[in-house]
């Protein structure tokens, strides 16, 4: 009895196995590399062009700083120096954002100029009254 419900289940793997689609594993197409950027197809007028996958980010953005709100926190000095910052909101402190020199911040794109020990250089560019650019500097203080 234990043998013959032996050979049917191999009977049984042998048809199934038969008619299943044979994988094929030279093709590059069914293996995507898990170390690889992925990238999403956009598709123009004539080509399809490739463009990097953006769609999952947790990486906090400047745009929305307020240069008048906005407290230092830490400072990482070194070769590429560095600077935690946090905007100061009624209920508290927001989520801290690393920045570093030459980025820009806010929705007026005010310009880390440097980093030093004691706080951050921001330089804004700004119209006065007779049509001239005009440079103003903003030095916030690293608060405890």
Do not use: W
Request: glycine content about 8%; charged content about 30%; aromatic content about 6%.
């Amino acid at each position: 009895m234990k043998n013959q419900s032996k050979l049917i289940l191999a009977c049984l793997f042998c048809f199934l196995a038969i008619g299943q689609a044979p994988v094929e594993l030279g093709s590059g197409r069914n293996i995507r590399d898990p170390f690889k950027v992925k990238y999403k197809k956009k598709m123009g007028n004539k080509k399809a062009r490739r463009e990097k996958f953006t769609g999952f980010s947790n990486k906090l953005t400047t745009d929305h700083l307020r240069i008048d709100r906005l407290r230092v926190t830490g400072i990482f000095l070194g070769k590429d120096p560095r600077a935690i910052i946090k905007q100061v909101e009624e209920e508290g402190l927001s989520q801290a954002v690393i920045i570093k020199e030459g980025m820009k911040i806010g929705p007026d794109q005010v310009e880390v100029k440097a980093i030093l020990p004691g706080g951050v250089v921001l330089v804004e560019k700004i119209i006065n009254v007779y049509d001239e650019e005009e440079y103003l500097e903003t030095i916030l203080p690293l608060s405890e």
